[in-house]
């Protein structure tokens, strides 16, 4: 007997499933490595850090007595704000019946910590505009250190500034470190002189290959080590003053905070501490006769040298 389609319909499968589950792309992480994170915390949930200022210098005329001043003190305060949970169950009827259930229950956990560590770097990027007032320059020293990009589009003369700012602040000049929105990528790519290689024989092979490999620039501009992030804390200021004082807008299309620092270890400008590490908890539920995965951490992050740092807001979209 010749075995046809007509004749084989219920030894075909209408439906292929594949053995493999589809995951969701994952992007690069990188603010926990500019976090000093802090030790020898045995309890409670704030941190209290003493600071000292800089000693004054008096002119001085022989035989007088010297004038004697006090260094100026501070304090730091920091607290470990953040209780966070990521909890998923699975019944026993769905766990025995999903064909992918192995499959999934393994992906629990991990999923859970990485939820876990992407709000640490929310926070942690978001720190470093928290407090600010809307519409401010954040002046140290008459220095600005927060500033709009011109029409919501950074240029490079903003990175320039930048590191002015960081200079005059007496911060290092050494592993200086740029963080900004993929958008800034495209708009360096396009740049007129960049492009035309002849203006700027540095930038070669912008166009063949681009500026950005993966979350990091390629080419080093101003001293800055230039990473991408889609983590960056949202600006919505109305009227935030930019390099020629014309505000701009980012109430309606709200901006991003692009972040300049440097990450020598004697400045890292931010301090976290984890009062608790991700630490999973299993159990069977047998009222609900189910099977109960939960991750739980304590954590606070904090800006601690604002001299230290540089937000310059930019608008995402791109034409």
């Known amino acids: ?86 909890a998923t169950y699975i019944t026993k009827k769905a766990e025995q019946d999903a064909f992918y259930s192995q499959q999934l229950i393994s992906s629990f956990v991990p999923e859970q910590e990485r939820a876990i560590m992407a709000h640490f770097e929310t926070t942690t990027l978001a720190a470093a ?96 080590d230039v990473y991408c992030s889609n983590y960056l804390a949202d600006v919505t200021d109305s009227a935030l003053p930019d390099r020629s004082n014309s505000n701009v807008d980012f109430s309606s299309d709200n901006g991003k905070a692009n972040l300049f620092f440097s990450a020598a270890p004697s400045v890292t400008p931010f301090v976290g501490a984890w009062r608790q590490m991700p630490e999973v908890d299993y159990e069977y539920n047998k009222d609900l006769q189910r099977h109960e995965y939960v991750t739980t951490s304590r954590y606070g992050v904090k800006l601690y040298r604002p001299e230290n740092m540089v937000r310059i807001a930019s608008k995402p979209s791109v034409v």
Do not use: C
Request: glycine share 8%; charged share 20%.
């Open 1 to 86: 007997m010749a075995m046809t389609t007509g004749n084989t319909d219920l030894l075909t499968r209408g439906e292929v499933w594949s053995g493999e589950l589809k995951e969701i792309l994952r992007d690069e992480m990188m603010a926990q490595r500019y976090v000093r994170m802090l030790e020898g915390f045995p309890d409670g949930d704030t941190f209290y850090i003493p600071s000292i200022g800089q000693a004054q210098v008096d002119d001085y005329s022989e035989d007088t007595e010297v004038a004697y001043r006090p260094l100026d003190t501070g304090q730091f305060t920091f607290s470990v704000d953040k209780y966070l949970s990521s």
């Open 129 to 224: 505009d928290a407090g600010v007032s809307a519409n401010s320059n954040e002046s140290l020293d008459g220095v600005e250190h927060r500033w709009a990009a011109a029409a919501g589009t950074i240029a490079l003369a903003d990175f320039a500034r930048a590191r002015h700012a960081l200079k005059r602040a007496s911060v290092p000049d050494q592993a200086l470190i740029a963080i900004v929105d993929p958008s800034v990528e495209y708009t360096i790519n396009t740049l007129t002189n960049l492009v035309n290689v002849s203006n700027n024989p540095r930038f070669e092979g912008i166009v063949a290959d681009g500026i950005a490999t993966g979350m990091t620039f390629v080419k080093n501009i101003y001293g800055f």
